[in-house]
């Protein structure tokens, strides 16, 4: 939480984009999905209690600067080659 946060931002809301409540919503929905399936799961996969919260935080965060890193570069390469020619923005989809 940050120094402001509790301040400006009602606890409810606080509570209903809490990691805790992303992690319950996304397991209620591949509960779901596993179900419409026939997918077989033990029903402890999707107990939020089961999962440790920072641990898959700090997952997902290196993924995502991973992955960001892997697009600027990719992109930055695009940019480069586009150089001297029509812009990306007027060329037509191949």
Same mark, same amino acid.
């Given at each position: %939480?940050?120094? *402001?946060? /509790?301040?400006? @931002?009602?606890?409810?809301?606080?509570? =209903?984009?809490?990691?805790?409540?992303?992690?319950?919503? %996304?397991?209620?929905? !591949?509960?779901?999905? +596993?179900?419409?399936?026939?997918?077989? /799961? &033990?029903? &402890?996969? *999707?107990?939020?209690?089961?999962? &440790?919260?920072? =641990?898959?935080? !700090?997952? @997902?965060?290196?993924? #995502?600067?991973? *992955?960001?890193?892997?697009? /600027? @570069?990719?992109? =930055?390469? *695009?940019?480069?080659?586009?150089?001297?020619? +029509?812009?990306? #923005?007027?060329?037509?989809?191949?």
């Amino acid at each position: %939480m940050t120094t *402001f946060e /509790a301040l400006y @931002v009602p606890a409810p809301l606080r509570e =209903a984009v809490s990691d805790q409540s992303w992690l319950a919503a %996304m397991l209620q929905a !591949e509960q779901a999905l +596993a179900k419409l399936t026939g997918a077989e /799961a &033990d029903d &402890d996969v *999707f107990r939020p209690e089961s999962y &440790d919260i920072a =641990a898959l935080c !700090e997952e @997902v965060s290196n993924l #995502s600067h991973s *992955f960001g890193n892997r697009w /600027a @570069v990719r992109n =930055a390469s *695009f940019a480069d080659s586009s150089v001297g020619s +029509a812009s990306a #923005s007027s060329r037509p989809l191949q």
